[in-house]
């Protein structure tokens, strides 16, 4: 298990800080949501994380150890980007063995078995695959990998709703079998809240929460009813994700769900509910 820690990072692109100033520590054995808008920084993260790229100021340490230009660090990290970064000519099967030099613990029967579940064609060239299929092809060298540290940069891009869903089921399967620390930066909170333990969330570039789902939303709740009653209720309140429709108007209120009137909500007619992650996520990055 191994721990990783963010310590005063910030990153220029030129006059552009991409990051300002990070400082956080990402427990081992967890599944963390790397969360933000587009621009926030997230990818800039992910490849300071794995040595792809320079900090500006500040550093990232694996188990105490400086990331860059530290093969035995990097080695026990898998990052599945985006981007595609595999050569296009060659077919899936022959990079599949290739993994195997460089994780020692990838495992090859595992692959297969992912690829037949996905129906992913490994005689296919790279080049050949859909954008779904690409996304298959590199989230099963990820999971076969067998990497202590695991990084998914919109790891379900271009997948319907079954293969997405069979993913999400498939890393939760793996990560019970073996715990390891894995990261997932993707805009589609909703779909990926079920599968989260912690969320790090960035705004333009810094660092505004960190914590595990279900304390994160502990402290929130949604309120729904008339627009005055509304207003009256929240009143003195900390509040936020406004949304109205006609004369119906629902908040969400920023404290403890122990703290909710519903002395007062009942004789105002209002509803309470739980906020969800996505919302609550919008409403903060707003």
């Known amino acids: 298990m191994k721990t990783i820690e963010v310590k005063e990072l910030t990153k220029y692109y030129k006059t552009n800080k991409a990051l300002d100033c990070l400082n956080f520590t990402i427990e081992p054995g967890k599944i963390y949501g790397l969360l933000g808008r587009n621009g926030a920084g997230k990818t800039t993260l992910l490849n300071l994380m794995t040595g792809r790229i320079f900090p500006t100021e500040g550093e990232i340490r694996i ?4 990331v860059h230009e530290n093969d ?6 898998f990052y599945m980007t985006e981007k595609n970064l ?3 000519e060659e077919r899936v099967k022959n990079i599949l063995k290739w993994s195997r030099q460089f994780y020692p613990k990838f495992d090859m029967e595992y692959a297969r078995d992912l690829a037949d579940k996905f129906g992913l064609d490994t005689n296919k060239k790279v080049k050949n ?3 779904g299929y690409t996304s298959i092809f590199k989230a099963v060298t990820a999971l076969a990998s067998n990497a202590d540290i695991m990084l998914f940069d919109e790891p379900v891009l271009g997948l319907d709703a079954n293969h997405r869903d069979m993913l999400y089921k498939e890393l939760l399967a793996n990560y019970a079998q073996n715990p390891r620390t894995i990261i997932i930066s993707t805009h589609l909170i909703e779909e990926v809240a079920r599968v989260l ?3 790090i969330i960035i705004k333009e570039g810094k660092l505004i929460v960190k914590s595990p789902v279900e304390e994160l939303l502990a402290c929130s709740y949604t309120a729904t009813g008339e627009v005055s009653k509304i207003d009256k209720y929240i009143e003195g309140r900390k509040y936020t994700g406004i949304e109205q429709t006609g004369n119906l108007k629902s908040v969400i209120v920023l404290e ?3 703290k909710r009137n519903t002395g ?5 007619g209002i509803d309470f509910s739980k906020t969800e992650l996505q919302k609550l996520f919008i409403s903060l990055t707003n």
């Open 63 to 66: 188990d105490g150890e400086n």
């Open 264 to 268: 007062l909500a009942k004789e105002l």
């Open 129 to 131: 695959l859909s954008t």
């Open 86 to 88: 595999y050569p296009v």
């Open 197 to 199: 333990e912690e969320v």
């Open 72 to 77: 035995k660090v990097l080695g026990s990290i």
């Open 256 to 258: 403890d769900n122990k």
